[in-house]
């Protein structure tokens, strides 16, 4: 079944199906936009990067003219949720440490969003500390480099098993391919992180249904909801998760022979965002 004229809301992935590094996937994806504009369907923009922050994203976004100001386009980034899960950790664990020691392993983008948390429990530092009534917490973001400052830090914080450690994706390969992520270093570590505030983690869902609640989405169908991305392990899997219509992108992480890889698929598959006119 064809999902024209049922469709409100687009959550579109960014790397692999918008740009790639500083490149449009295609051009003319801002006409993309203003199709949507035309049939009243709201564009939000979900990514697991959390090297940018949200000011940098929209302004690399807009010089590249994949999208435009005269378009209301929100963002959700993977440290956006990084800030809210910490945010809420932070409030209902209050009554059990004192402290709240937070490591945080990554960019400008990352750091910002951390850092902007108004919390007089919460202390961001690269020690860790050894007080019963502190909680250590290890965030570990994507990262342009992989210094030997970062790798003796971390080796001090996963050396103890009390360490608390969030990723904010679950990716295992980026379109860029010049950035190393969380899972490469914990593969390093043999370790595995106990929160995860990327795609497809239900902390990542509840930040976009806060925001579909913002622009009076709340009530929205799940099937008149349709993600789009390029990975199957965390765009296509949180659309099936949440009952969304689905959007395959070949112009990213997965290609098609990749497909026979995974038990569940998506709805649609394209070569391009390009070609979402077809079925919007």
């Known amino acids: 079944m064809s999902p024209k004229n049922i469709v409100k809301c687009i959550l579109c992935d960014m790397d692999g199906v918008l740009r790639i590094g500083n490149q449009p996937i295609t051009e003319r994806i801002q006409s993309i936009f203003y199709y949507f504009k035309q049939l009243k369907i709201q564009p939000i923009i979900i990514t697991n990067e959390c090297r940018y922050t949200n000011h940098k994203i929209y302004e690399d976004l807009l010089n590249m003219d994949i999208i435009d100001k005269s378009i209301d386009i929100p963002l959700i980034t993977s440290a956006n949720v990084c800030k809210s899960w910490l945010e809420n950790y932070v409030y209902t664990n209050n009554n059990l440490y004192s402290k709240f020691n937070v490591c945080v392993i990554g960019e400008k983008g990352l750091k910002t969003n951390i850092n902007e948390i108004k919390s007089v429990v919460l202390n961001v530092n690269n020690k860790y500390c050894d007080n019963l009534d502190t909680k250590n917490i290890l965030v570990l973001g994507s990262l342009f480099n992989y210094t030997q400052n970062q790798k003796q830090i971390i080796n001090e914080w996963l050396s103890n098993p009390e360490t608390l450690i969030v990723k904010t994706c679950d990716d295992y390969t980026d379109p860029e391919d010049n950035c190393i992520l969380p899972n490469t270093i914990l593969k390093q ?32 169908k799940s099937e008149e909801i349709m993600l789009i991305g390029d990975s199957m392990n965390t765009d296509i899997k949180l659309g099936n998760k949440m009952n969304y219509k689905t959007t395959l992108v070949l112009s990213g992480n997965t290609k098609i022979n990749d497909l026979g890889s995974y038990t569940y698929k998506p709805d649609y598959i394209i070569p391009s965002i390009s070609n979402i006119k077809l079925l919007v």
């Open 189 to 220: 570590h043999n370790r595995t992180a106990h929160i995860n505030t990327g795609k497809p983690d239900v902390n990542y869902t509840k930040e976009i249904q806060k925001l579909l609640k913002k622009y009076n989405l709340q009530n929205t």
